[in-house]
Protein backbone atom coordinates (compact mmCIF):
# COMPACT_ATOMS: atom_id res chain seq x y z
CA UNK A 1 0.00 0.00 0.00
CA UNK A 2 3.08 2.17 0.83
CA UNK A 3 4.02 1.87 -2.51
CA UNK A 4 0.99 2.75 -4.23
CA UNK A 5 0.80 5.87 -2.13
CA UNK A 6 3.83 6.43 -3.09
CA UNK A 7 3.43 6.47 -6.55
CA UNK A 8 0.24 7.85 -6.66
CA UNK A 9 1.80 11.09 -4.81
CA UNK A 10 4.74 11.53 -7.22
CA UNK A 11 1.84 10.92 -10.14
CA UNK A 12 -0.26 13.83 -8.32
CA UNK A 13 2.58 15.79 -8.09
CA UNK A 14 3.38 15.85 -12.16
CA UNK A 15 0.22 15.92 -13.38
CA UNK A 16 -2.86 16.43 -10.55
CA UNK A 17 -4.60 18.96 -10.47
CA UNK A 18 -4.68 20.93 -6.71
CA UNK A 19 -7.83 19.56 -5.37
CA UNK A 20 -6.64 16.20 -6.51
CA UNK A 21 -3.23 16.63 -4.87
CA UNK A 22 -5.03 17.80 -1.64
CA UNK A 23 -6.77 14.63 -1.67
CA UNK A 24 -3.91 12.27 -2.45
CA UNK A 25 -2.09 14.37 0.57
CA UNK A 26 -5.13 13.44 2.53
CA UNK A 27 -4.49 9.59 1.90
CA UNK A 28 -0.74 9.77 2.43
CA UNK A 29 -1.71 10.92 5.63
CA UNK A 30 -4.32 8.50 6.43
CA UNK A 31 -1.21 5.68 5.21
CA UNK A 32 0.49 7.14 7.51
CA UNK A 33 2.94 9.20 5.27
CA UNK A 34 3.06 12.60 6.78
CA UNK A 35 6.74 13.57 4.70
CA UNK A 36 5.44 13.25 1.71
CA UNK A 37 1.52 14.77 2.36
CA UNK A 38 3.33 17.96 3.64
CA UNK A 39 5.32 18.31 0.03
CA UNK A 40 2.37 17.21 -1.29
CA UNK A 41 0.49 20.13 0.02
CA UNK A 42 3.51 22.72 -0.34
CA UNK A 43 2.77 22.04 -3.78
CA UNK A 44 -0.43 23.73 -3.55
CA UNK A 45 -0.31 26.57 -1.13
CA UNK A 46 -0.72 29.10 -3.35
CA UNK A 47 -4.01 27.68 -4.91
CA UNK A 48 -5.88 26.33 -1.48
CA UNK A 49 -3.87 27.34 1.41
CA UNK A 50 -6.84 29.24 2.48
CA UNK A 51 -8.67 26.61 2.43
CA UNK A 52 -10.13 24.53 5.72
CA UNK A 53 -9.35 21.39 4.12
CA UNK A 54 -5.65 22.78 3.31
CA UNK A 55 -4.87 23.66 6.75
CA UNK A 56 -6.16 20.71 8.77
CA UNK A 57 -4.21 18.50 6.49
CA UNK A 58 -0.92 20.95 7.18
CA UNK A 59 -1.36 20.75 10.47
CA UNK A 60 -2.13 17.11 11.08
CA UNK A 61 1.20 16.33 8.75
CA UNK A 62 2.69 18.15 11.02
CA UNK A 63 1.92 16.93 13.80
CA UNK A 64 2.41 13.75 12.78
CA UNK A 65 5.99 14.10 11.98
CA UNK A 66 6.24 15.57 15.91
CA UNK A 67 6.55 19.57 14.70
CA UNK A 68 5.22 22.08 16.24
CA UNK A 69 2.67 24.41 14.00
CA UNK A 70 4.06 28.34 13.96
CA UNK A 71 1.73 30.82 15.47
CA UNK A 72 0.85 31.50 11.90
CA UNK A 73 0.10 28.12 10.73
CA UNK A 74 -2.72 27.89 13.89
CA UNK A 75 -3.79 31.49 13.32
CA UNK A 76 -4.83 30.07 9.40
CA UNK A 77 -6.46 27.18 10.85
CA UNK A 78 -8.77 29.15 13.37
CA UNK A 79 -9.36 31.66 10.69
CA UNK A 80 -10.20 29.18 7.89
CA UNK A 81 -12.91 27.00 10.01
CA UNK A 82 -13.55 28.15 13.73
CA UNK A 83 -16.26 26.28 13.45
CA UNK A 84 -15.13 23.05 12.53
CA UNK A 85 -14.63 20.22 14.57
CA UNK A 86 -11.73 18.66 13.49
CA UNK A 87 -9.97 22.11 13.23
CA UNK A 88 -10.72 22.95 17.30
CA UNK A 89 -9.35 18.91 17.72
CA UNK A 90 -5.91 20.07 15.76
CA UNK A 91 -6.34 23.31 17.51
CA UNK A 92 -6.50 21.67 21.05
CA UNK A 93 -3.47 19.14 20.20
CA UNK A 94 -1.61 22.00 18.97
CA UNK A 95 -2.19 23.66 22.33
CA UNK A 96 -1.05 20.54 24.57
CA UNK A 97 2.21 19.59 22.21
CA UNK A 98 3.15 23.23 23.27
CA UNK A 99 2.45 22.24 27.02
CA UNK A 100 -0.29 25.03 27.10
CA UNK A 101 -2.86 22.86 28.53
CA UNK A 102 -5.52 25.55 29.49
CA UNK A 103 -5.35 26.62 25.69
CA UNK A 104 -5.78 22.81 24.88
CA UNK A 105 -8.63 22.72 27.25
CA UNK A 106 -10.51 25.92 25.97
CA UNK A 107 -10.09 24.30 22.40
CA UNK A 108 -12.01 21.21 23.79
CA UNK A 109 -14.61 23.16 25.69
CA UNK A 110 -15.82 24.75 22.23
CA UNK A 111 -15.04 21.25 20.69
CA UNK A 112 -17.99 20.07 22.65
CA UNK A 113 -20.26 23.02 22.33
CA UNK A 114 -20.11 23.36 18.87
CA UNK A 115 -20.83 20.02 17.76
CA UNK A 116 -22.40 16.70 19.61
CA UNK A 117 -19.22 15.19 20.86
CA UNK A 118 -17.86 12.02 20.23
CA UNK A 119 -16.38 9.70 22.88
CA UNK A 120 -12.93 10.67 21.44
CA UNK A 121 -14.00 14.30 21.96
CA UNK A 122 -15.43 14.07 25.74
CA UNK A 123 -12.41 11.44 26.80
CA UNK A 124 -10.10 14.07 25.08
CA UNK A 125 -12.18 16.90 27.75
CA UNK A 126 -11.92 14.90 30.69
CA UNK A 127 -8.52 14.10 29.91
CA UNK A 128 -7.42 17.72 29.40
CA UNK A 129 -9.66 19.08 32.68
CA UNK A 130 -7.76 16.22 34.48
CA UNK A 131 -4.56 17.46 33.95
CA UNK A 132 -5.01 21.04 34.39
CA UNK A 133 -5.98 20.30 37.64
CA UNK A 134 -3.34 17.99 38.41
CA UNK A 135 -0.66 20.37 37.17
CA UNK A 136 -2.96 22.82 40.15
CA UNK A 137 -3.68 25.53 37.17
CA UNK A 138 -7.79 26.51 38.01
CA UNK A 139 -9.80 26.08 34.74
CA UNK A 140 -11.73 28.57 33.60
Known sequence: MRGY?????KLSAAEGAPVERLQVADQLLRGALPEPA?????????????????????????????????DEDLTRLYVSGPLFPEARRLLAAAAEKRG??????????????????????????????????Q????PR
Open 5 to 9: LQALA
Open 38 to 70: LALLGSVEGQLGRRVGFQELRIRSMLALGQTPA
Open 100 to 133: DLEGALAQARVLVQIAPPSAEDAALLRRLEAAVR
Open 135 to 138: RGEA
